[in-house]
Structure formats: structure tokens, C-alpha cells
């Protein structure tokens, strides 16, 4: 998510402004609102942030005066408080004896944000979960700053990247790693710590990476990594072979396949984060009562590309659990057509950007008639964020391919939380249903990784019909919706000509369509309809279009139907659409990559769509 650079050198020696802040700019692909550096300078360490862009934090340190021999710079991305330049980062104790930056989320920072006010005093400088790590190694700190690190991330759950200095021991920074990266990079008289390598491939090839749970100490002639168990740990440095842009992409050939790839994680942070101990929803303290709830008469799901697929397995989830009529509509339909909106309505966007102008406009429409808008947005503090009443964030990190995939996975949890938190406040589900979806969500991470462990099957079949015409995707019930979104996905990276239909509706037109020369992607995983659809394979079959399946492990008897079949892990069907998406996203990559198309950034396409 966020980037993270730090350098040492000599005490002697200057230029860790340029160093640091080229590095930052080395991560500018991922995307930030804010950034800030802080440089060791006349016994403390001073530090300087801003909103927007590099060269905004560029003019504020335009100045031969402030540089250093050692420093730590940081882009943010936000995810507690907006971007501002109080929630840029680094952050300081009171006393600003102690200096970090962070990426990641601290679950437990409210109460030791409570403790630290209580106990000590502390007055808080900016609304971020980071600021408190600050201030906690500062009144651990009893003479050895590494010793108050180490107290500090005892008291601190979730995950992060965390570096820190400290003007006590300005010789050394610090870092800590738990399931947010991080490396080390070795220089000439110097040392590095980022949390990409890019950040710092000008000026060293030889990395150390930091696994899970480990500390990094690094000083000018040396870098120490510490254990789990802190206690010492030889390893071998990586030699980087990589230029600047594969390295942006963490060696995948498109940004579209890294975040496929990261979809596990993305899927883990977005729904554990959110669960308590007792597998308690927290809904990012959302407030909605069962009164609030059957005071809902209806629910508008809104949204565009994507997120308007997404929607349409959020109403399938919010119809089954909370038992509200949903109705999904496409943004630039749903301004225009003077909806049914009241006080009576919960009205709920969904945008990865939370920009997209027909989004906002028809979020506007419905506040203006009443209705509670709760979004589901990627971006902190995006316009859609800002104007809603209540946001869920996805925590899918900053997608930058504009075929969206990991954005897609990451608001299907969140509907699925959303609609499992309302039917638990209203009593529409039990409690046996609700820990059987919460134990099936728990799995999916690891199901997603056991589909990308089958990606070469998948890459297989896309070498072979990548030079079809027409592919058309059919499906029943979640499935439907899902082959709308496959279908999405081909046609923006590969410029085919592609078509989803609900299959039960084939034979009202769309089977004209079907001949030698078309292929049929088929999805099959809801044990209910199984037999529903092989019918629909076979009327396919029977106009001679060729068909690759999907269907869950074990479904062997549709190998009788189809011509061939791409299998996903068991799972039960309200949730199949978080992975039977992954084999049709990796399939329209790899047909988009035969066919030599501009997979990151397709012709026509934009990333944002901020006009109407
Ligand atoms: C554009 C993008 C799509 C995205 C849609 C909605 O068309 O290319 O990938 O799904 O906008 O964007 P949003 O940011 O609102 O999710």
C-alpha cells in the first residue's frame, strides 16, 4: 500500500533528501495522497509533510539547509483518517524523541490510543492508527531503543511495516515486519530499508528480504535481522537482476496479474480485520440497529462496471440474509430514472476509485431524497467516501491495471459482511448459518491461492482460443452475475467480442448466435442448478459451439457434457462467486497477452471515469 524508504550513511556525509524522496518517486506507481520525510538535523529529527504529490513535499524542503546523512520518507496511502497533512506520515512522540512510519492497519490502535491518553497524557496529532506506535515506543523507551520497539509491537495487533528512528540512537533505524513487506538493500557506505524494492534499485541490487515477525536494525555498516524469537538470523542477500519496471510490478509481467495474484491477501485483510475473537462482525463502527434495519423497506445497490457486478451478488447476499428487496442499477441509469427513494431507503455505491462522476451523481440523487448512504469504496476519503453517511473500506491496496480484479474480490467480502451484518442485527439468519458462512469465508484466501496454483490450466486453454471471435459466458443464479463480470474482464484487455447471458435465457435470441465457431464459457458451481445447467451445456453443444466448464471439484459427471473443465476448490454456493471470478480473470489475461494487447491499459478505457 503505502511506500517506505530510509537511508543511512555516514555522519559525515549529506544528500538523504534526494535519496529518500527519489525513492518515494520510485513508488509513485502505486498510488498516495500524501507524503513526508524526516531527516536527522541538529540533534532531533525534523520532519516535514504534505498532501498531494511529490513535488509538493519537494517545494516544502527546497532548502540546502535541511539535509542529512539519514532519514526515513513515507508516500501514504490512507486508510484511518483522510489525507491531510496531519495523517501524512512520519509521526512523532510529544517530545519527538521518537519518529516513525508505517504501513499497514493496527487494529487494537483505538484502545491504546485510549490507554496512551489516559495513562500518559498523550494528545493526538492526527486521526491515523500510526501516530500511537509513535508514542508508545516513546513511553517504552527506557534507555535502549530497541528493547522499547520490541515492547511496543508486543502491544500492537494487526499488521504492518514499521520503521522508526529515534534521536537518541540516530546512528540506526529500525524496522518491524508482520504480513506487510519489506526489504533491506546493502549500499556502498550506506544502507537502505523500503518496502519495494524499486525505492531503492538506483542505488543497490543486493536486498535482503524480512520475513514475517522479524526486526531489521540497520546502520551504515550494517544491517542485523532478528527473529521472531529476536534472536539473530544469517541470510544470504538477493541479487536483483531487475530493471525499474519489472520491479514496479514485483516481478509480473503486468500490474493485471500482480493483483490477481493478491487477491488471497487482499480477500484475508478485508474480512479478518474485521472480525472479533467471537467472529463479531465490526463493521467499521457503522451504527445500524435492528430498528434502523426494518425501517428499511428497500435496498438500492449502485454502481458502475465492476462494482456494478459486484452489486449484483451483494443483492443476492443481502436478499438471502437480511431479507430487504434489492434492487442493482447501473449509476448513469438510476440518476435519470426519478428512483423510488425515501427516508425508508439504504442506498449503497460501490467504486474502487470513488470518483467515478455517475456514481457520486446518483449517490447525490438518493441523499437528496432521503436515504442512508453507505458506500463501499477503496479510496479513503475519495469523494464517494466523504458524501456517504457510513463507508466500508475494501483494503485492497491501490489497483493500478484498469482491468479491475483485486478491487472486484475485495467489495464482494464487503457485501457479504454487510449483508451478514444486517441479517444478524435483524434475526433474518441464525446463529448456525452465520458461523457456517463465517467458517467457508475464513477458507477462501486459501482457495484462491489453490486456483492460482492451477493457473497453468487455465493459460493453457486461453493459448488455444485466443484468436475466437466471439466468446460468449453463461451462468444461473450467482453464476450469472459472475459471467458478466469474465465477460467484462475479456472484452476490456482483449478486445473481443464477448457476450454474458443468464443461461436459462439462451433460447430467447441469443442462441441464434451459437455455431461451430463460438466458444461457450459455462459456469456451473451452484449445486442446486447443476443440473440446470448441463441442460443449457447441451443445447450449446447441440448447435456445435465448444465448451470449457467451470464447475467445483468433485462435479465430474459435467466432463460427460462439456468439452473440457476448469475446476475451483468445493465451496458453498452463496460464496462461489469470490472464486469461480479468478479463473476467468486469469483466462482473459492470458488471451489478452497472446493477442499482444496493452493488458494495463487498454485503448479507450480509463482507470477512473470522472466525466459523465
Ligand atoms: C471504469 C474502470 C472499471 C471500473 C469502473 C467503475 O470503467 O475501467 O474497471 O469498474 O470504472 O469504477 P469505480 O472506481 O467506481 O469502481
Redesign the pocket.
Same mark, same amino acid.
Given at each position: 500500500m503505502c511506500g517506505i524508504v530510509g537511508y543511512v550513511a555516514g555522519a559525515d556525509t549529506s544528500g538523504a533528501k534526494d535519496i529518500i524522496i527519489n525513492g518515494l518517486r520510485r513508488l509513485e506507481y502505486r498510488g498516495y495522497d500524501s507524503s513526508g520525510i524526516a531527516l536527522y538535523k541538529d540533534g532531533k529529527f525534523e520532519t516535514r509533510k504534505s498532501v498531494g504529490g511529490l513535488e509538493n513535499l519537494e517545494k516544502l524542503v527546497d532548502d540546502p539547509e535541511f539535509d542529512s546523512y539519514m532519514g526515513i520518507g513515507h508516500t501514504r496511502w490512507a486508510t484511518h483518517g483522510v489525507p491531510s497533512n496531519a495523517n501524512a506520515h512520519p509521526h512523532s512522540n510529544e517530545d519527538e524523541t521518537v519518529t516513525i512510519i508505517h504501513n499497514g492497519i493496527i487494529e487494537n490502535y483505538l484502545e491504546l490510543r485510549e490507554m496512551l491518553a489516559e495513562k500518559h497524557g498523550v494528545k493526538f496529532k492526527s486521526e491515523t492508527d500510526s501516530e500511537v506506535i509513535a508514542h508508545l515506543i516513546g513511553v517504552n523507551y527506557e534507555g535502549d531503543f530497541l528493547q522499547a520497539v520490541h515492547k511496543t509491537v508486543d502491544m500492537m495487533r494487526g499488521a504492518y511495516a514499521l520503521v522508526t528512528v529515534c534521536a537518541h540512537e540516530p546512528d540506526k533505524i529500525i524496522g518491524v515486519r508482520k504480513d506487510a513487506p519489506m526489504i533491506a538493500g546493502i549500499g556502498k557506505g550506506c544502507n537502505f530499508i523500503a518496502s519495494d524494492i524499486p525505492a531503492l534499485l538506483e542505488h543497490s541490487k543486493e536486498v535482503l528480504i524480512v520475513e514475517n515477525n522479524e526486526t531489521i536494525i540497520v546502520t551504515k555498516d550494517d544491517i542485523q535481522i532478528l527473529g521472531a524469537d529476536r534472536k539473530p538470523v544469517t541470510r544470504e542477500p538477493l541479487h536483483i537482476t531487475w530493471d525499474v519496471d519489472a520491479a514496479e510490478k514485483g516481478g509480473y509481467d503486468h500490474f493485471m496479474l500482480k493483483e490477481i495474484h493478491e487477491q488471497p491477501e487482499g480477500i484475508k485483510d478485508t474480512l479478518m480485520k474485521r472480525l472479533k475473537d467471537d467472529d463479531t462482525i465490526n463493521l467499521d463502527g457503522i451504527e445500524m440497529t435492528k430498528e434502523d434495519i426494518e425501517g428499511f423497506n428497500k435496498v438500492y445497490i449502485v #454502481?458502475? $462496471?465492476? #462494482?456494478?457486478h459486484a452489486g449484483l451478488v451483494g443483492k443476492a447476499a443481502i436478499e438471502k440474509m437480511a431479507r430487504i428487496p434489492v434492487e442493482v442499477d447501473v449509476a448513469s441509469e438510476f440518476r435519470y430514472r426519478d428512483p423510488f427513494v425515501d427516508d425508508k431507503t439504504l442506498f449503497i455505491a460501490? @467504486?474502487?476509485? $470513488? /470518483?467515478?462522476l455517475d456514481?457520486l451523481a446518483a449517490l447525490r440523487e438518493a441523499k437528496n431524497k432521503g436515504a442512508r448512504i453507505l458506500s463501499v469504496v477503496?479510496v479513503v476519503g475519495s469523494s *464517494?467516501a466523504r458524501e456517504s453517511d457510513d463507508v466500508v473500506y475494501t483494503w485492497a491496496g491501490p489497483e493500478i491495471a *484498469? +482491468? @479491475?480484479t483485486k +478491487?472486484y474480490t475485495t467489495q464482494l467480502v464487503c457485501m457479504y459482511l454487510i449483508a451478514l451484518f444486517m441479517g444478524k442485527v435483524k434475526g433474518s439468519i441464525d446463529d448456525k448459518y452465520y458461523k457456517e458462512i463465517i467458517a467457508e469465508l475464513k477458507t477462501i484466501p486459501g482457495k484462491v491461492s489453490e486456483i492460482l496454483n492451477r493457473e497453468g490450466i487455465i493459460k493453457d486453454a486461453a493459448e488455444r482460443f485466443f484468436n475466437k471471435n466471439d466468446i460468449f459466458f453463461i451462468g444461473r443464479g450467482p453464476d450469472s452475475g459472475v459471467s458478466l463480470e469474465g465477460s467484462l474482464k475479456l472484452k /476490456?484487455i482483449s478486445y473481443i467480442n464477448s457476450f454474458a447471458i443468464a443461461a436459462g435465457e439462451l433460447k430467447h435470441g441469443t442462441i441464434a448466435l451459437m455455431d461451430e465457431k463460438t466458444l461457450v464459457i459455462a459456469l456451473d458451481t451452484q449445486d442446486f442448478l447443476f443440473e440446470k445447467m448441463l441442460s443449457n451445456i447441451k443445447e450449446v453443444k447441440a448447435r456445435d459451439a465448444y465448451v470449457i466448464a467451470l464447475a467445483k471439484d468433485g462435479h465430474t459427471d459435467i466432463e460427460r457434457e462439456a468439452d473440457e473443465v476448469i475446476y475451483i476448490p468445493e465451496c458453498r454456493d452463496e460464496l462461489t462467486p469470490l472464486l469461480s471470478v479468478v479463473p476467468l480473470q486469469i483466462f482473459a489475461y492470458y488471451v489478452a497477452k497472446c493477442r499482444g494487447c496493452n493488458i494495463d491499459k487498454p485503448k479507450n478505457?480509463?482507470? @477512473? *471515469?470522472t466525466v459523465e
Open positions: #454502481a458502475c $462496471g465492476t #462494482a456494478y460501490i @467504486s474502487q476509485s $470513488g /470518483e467515478t456514481t477503496n *464517494v *484498469v +482491468a @479491475s +478491487a /476490456e478505457l480509463a482507470k @477512473s *471515469v
